[in-house]
């Protein structure tokens, strides 16, 4: 059966979306590769960010999700930096929020419940 492997988004500006997920979400950047390519430790899966050129051709729309241990914490450090959150729910298996980042991407925060 195929596995994961990871997960990567478009972005026209690199810098910023590099800065984005770095420093307001706190993963670490494994490596970069100038404009082109930015490769982040999922926890498992590898994360990435893509120039427009180095996508998929026609590739389009995906959510990641990241599992965090403390949702309520990663929510107030989100809003005190102004990222505005989309949508915030509770299911039987854990509670989940919802964001953009600075391309409009939909970014999805997960806590298991227990």
Same mark, same amino acid.
């Given at each position: 059966?195929?596995? #994961?492997?990871? +997960?990567? &988004? @478009?972005?026209?500006?690199?810098?910023? %979306?590099?800065?984005? &997920?770095?420093? !307001? @979400?706190?993963? +670490? @950047?494994?490596?970069?590769?100038? #404009?082109?390519? +930015?490769?982040?430790?999922?926890?498992? +899966?590898?994360?990435? $960010?893509? *120039?427009? %050129?180095?996508?998929? *051709?026609?590739?389009?729309? %995906? !959510?990641?999700?990241?599992?965090?241990?403390? @949702?309520?914490?990663? =929510?107030?450090? $989100?809003? =005190?930096?102004?990222?505005?959150?989309?949508?915030?729910?509770?299911? *039987?298996?854990? =509670? *989940? $929020? %919802?964001?953009?980042?600075?391309?409009?991407? #939909?970014?999805? $925060?997960?806590? =298991?419940?227990?």
């Amino acid at each position: 059966m195929p596995r #994961l492997q990871g +997960a990567y &988004y @478009l972005t026209g500006d690199m810098d910023r %979306a590099v800065a984005f &997920y770095r420093d !307001t @979400l706190g993963l +670490a @950047l494994k490596f970069q590769d100038g #404009l082109e390519w +930015a490769q982040f430790d999922g926890g498992g +899966a590898s994360f990435a $960010l893509a *120039s427009p %050129a180095e996508g998929a *051709s026609g590739a389009v729309g %995906a !959510t990641v999700i990241f599992e965090v241990d403390d @949702l309520d914490a990663r =929510r107030a450090a $989100l809003e =005190r930096v102004g990222v505005e959150i989309v949508e915030s729910r509770e299911v *039987s298996h854990g =509670r *989940s $929020l %919802a964001f953009k980042d600075p391309d409009g991407n #939909l970014v999805q $925060l997960f806590q =298991r419940a227990g």
